[in-house]
């Protein structure tokens, strides 16, 4: 079973808006990334925040990490079209597991 | 040049064949690693190599094997391909600092499996 969960699966906002997603977890980690897919194409690493950080930013992007309800969301602020893609969260437990990717949340900004 | 690359881009074949799936990396990580992606189901885990003499089962391995010829080279076969192999293959490394670990990917190989 996946470890991580994105929340909304699918999500159209405009232009200059901002989009948050969520993504829930179910065991204790090291840490948790973010990574974002343009269609059909590899995944690229965004951001990156450990277990005992609780925010995190990186230019337009905010990420925010509650380990007490094993979640965190992805703020991308004042969104572009070039943000259109999936965005996954992948876990990390640590212990020589490997980091284990959620289902995805697709984004579409529309001019 | 991109720093990890996977040949072929796309793959039809055949139910029965044997096939290859070849990555190379050019950015010295020691770890490798092969994923499949399926439309709903994110990215699962095949196998993964930490170095040249180090291969590892990862979540699905059933119906595939590797190979870690060189540091910089990590291939994936199905011996017997079947359609429900039909997916998108990402090949990706990783550097390890400290205890964290990030993962950079392949364009993927689309393999369709008729």
């Known amino acids: 079973s996946q470890q991580g969960e994105e929340d909304p699966q699918a999500l159209s906002i405009q232009e200059g808006e901002n989009a948050t997603m969520n993504c829930s977890y179910k065991t204790s980690i090291n840490n948790l990334q973010w990574y974002r897919q343009n269609s059909g194409r590899g995944l690229v690493h965004l951001i990156l925040?450990?277990?005992?950080?609780r925010e995190k930013h990186s230019g337009r992007l905010r990420v925010t990490l509650d380990t007490s309800k094993k979640s965190s969301s992805l703020l991308i602020t004042a969104s572009r079209a070039a943000d259109t893609a999936s965005y996954f969260c992948a876990t990390d437990t640590g212990g020589g597991n490997k980091l284990t990717f959620g289902t995805g949340t697709q984004l579409k900004v529309e001019l | 040049d991109a720093d990890v690359t996977q040949t072929p881009r796309n793959r039809i074949t055949k139910t029965g064949k044997r096939i290859m799936l070849e990555c190379s990396q050019t950015k010295g990580h020691d770890r490798m690693y092969w994923y499949r992606q399926d439309p709903g189901l994110g990215l699962r885990l095949i196998y993964y190599?930490?170095?040249?003499?180090?291969?590892n089962k990862g979540e699905i391995s059933d119906g595939y094997s590797v190979s870690r010829q060189a540091q910089a080279k990590f291939s994936l076969s199905l011996e017997s391909a079947i359609p429900n192999q039909t997916a998108l293959y990402f090949c990706?490394?990783?550097?390890?600092?400290?205890?964290?670990?990030?993962?950079?990917f392949g364009s993927g190989t689309q393999l369709s499996v008729l």
């Open positions: 990706a490394t990783s550097e390890r600092q400290g205890a964290n670990e990030k993962l950079f």
């Open positions: 190599s930490f170095d040249v003499k180090d291969i």
């Open positions: 925040i450990r277990s005992n950080e």
